[in-house]
């Protein structure tokens, strides 16, 4: 009788521990701090940061925990890489565009002027060697290493003050603008800003600048540009797509065991599935709010857009002619855009070109 109980304790201690994750039972406390670039007041790109740090912890068992800090709590918007870099923090949430005073080879890891779409950009970055090319070639040189934290999917071309019908119209305005499309719109007389998220609204406000892109209607909603600055215009011509990063310092990295590496890859992951398609289900109601609240749509006309083409081709050959880098990374991304158009066009274009007719006649 003794035994059989003993054998019947057993069995269930054995089962117990069985039923306890490995993970758990083995794996170290690990506690990490991101920093993000992108205010609180946004549950798109915050939310994203909160949504990793959360399921992070889920799949540990608590074990790994990252602390989120908003922007200016640890560093600057604009300081986040340089956080990662330094080690002040073991990994950060920015858009690698942000970087290109350091080297324009940055600028791909978001989004360059008339690149690829949104799924073009995902293929390229996973299968066509972009975002191999980026950590291997760029950012390993800099201490730190990259995952795709999702896309916004294509971008809005901003607010303005007052509409904006030709080329000439450019000349003179201040314009708040990321990345390389800064160095376009200069080119044809425009003065390019560079403005962290939250300063964007006082600066329209006060007129320090004419005009503000920032991604599109849901989140341009929350930060209230329609009351200052009426026009819409559209598309985003230098984010037909936008691609977050998070960055990971390498020695930090190298030092987390690998289930919490895969950890840390699978959350990141989920996240960008996450935030492409709230930006679908949001930004089509917001914009309807938008147009509501006073907000005038307009579309930039093809003159503008085919003297912005050009400058941006000028400019893309001779920044390459200087930073082989650069020109490998705009052949690489080139080539698949042009390849992956070449297939749209057959199939994707024609279906939803069809629908939108549709849709315009009834």
């Not at 300081?79 to 923090?89: G, M, P, Y």
């Not at 070639?137 to 795709?148: A, G, I, R, S």
């Not at 314009?175 to 939250?198: K, T, W």
């Not at 398609?277 to 109601?285: L, Q």
Request: aromatic content about 12%; glycine content about 8%; proline content about 6%.
């Amino acid at each position: 009788m003794k035994r059989r109980q003993f054998l019947q304790a057993g069995g269930v201690a054995l089962a117990a521990g069985l039923a306890t994750p490995a993970i758990a039972q083995s794996a170290p406390t690990v506690r990490w701090r991101l920093t993000t670039t992108f205010p609180k007041s946004l549950d798109t790109l915050y939310g994203a940061c909160e949504m990793f740090s959360k399921i992070i912890a889920e799949l540990s068992d608590q074990k790994f925990q990252v602390q989120v800090f908003g922007p200016g709590e640890i560093v600057p918007p604009f300081q986040v890489l340089d956080a990662v870099s330094s080690s002040t923090v073991e990994m950060g949430n920015t858009a690698s565009y942000y970087y290109i005073g350091k080297d324009l080879a940055f600028a791909f890891g978001t989004a360059v002027p008339f690149g690829p779409n949104t799924r073009q950009m995902n293929a390229w970055l996973t299968y066509g060697g972009g975002l191999d090319l980026l950590n291997t070639e760029l950012y390993k040189t800099y201490n730190v290493t990259c995952l795709p934290f999702g896309n916004t999917a294509a971008q809005m071309g901003g607010w303005f003050r007052k509409e904006i019908k030709t080329v000439e119209d450019l000349k003179g305005l201040k314009f708040r603008i990321g990345g390389l499309a800064g160095q376009v719109v200069a080119r044809l007389g425009g003065v390019p800003q560079q403005i962290p998220p939250a300063d964007i609204y006082p600066a329209l406000e006060k007129g320090t600048i004419d005009a503000a892109e920032w991604i599109g209607p849901y989140d341009d909603e929350k930060l209230g540009f329609v009351k200052i600055a009426p026009y819409y215009y559209y598309p985003g011509w230098w984010e037909g797509s936008a691609n977050g990063s998070v960055f990971i310092n390498l020695a930090k990295w190298a030092e987390l065991p690998k289930p919490y590496q895969q950890m840390v890859t699978t959350a990141a992951a989920q996240v960008a599935g996450d935030l492409l398609a709230k930006y679908d289900a949001r930004n089509a109601p917001a914009i309807k709010r938008l147009v509501a609240s006073g907000a005038r749509l307009r579309p930039f006309s093809i003159d503008i857009l085919d003297a912005c083409y050009k400058a941006t081709n000028e400019l893309f050959a001779e920044i390459g002619s200087k930073n082989a880098l650069f020109k490998r990374l705009n052949e690489s991304m080139s080539a698949f855009r042009n390849e992956q158009y070449a297939w749209h066009q057959v199939c994707e274009a024609t279906y939803d070109n069809y629908q939108i007719r549709q849709l315009s006649r009834t």
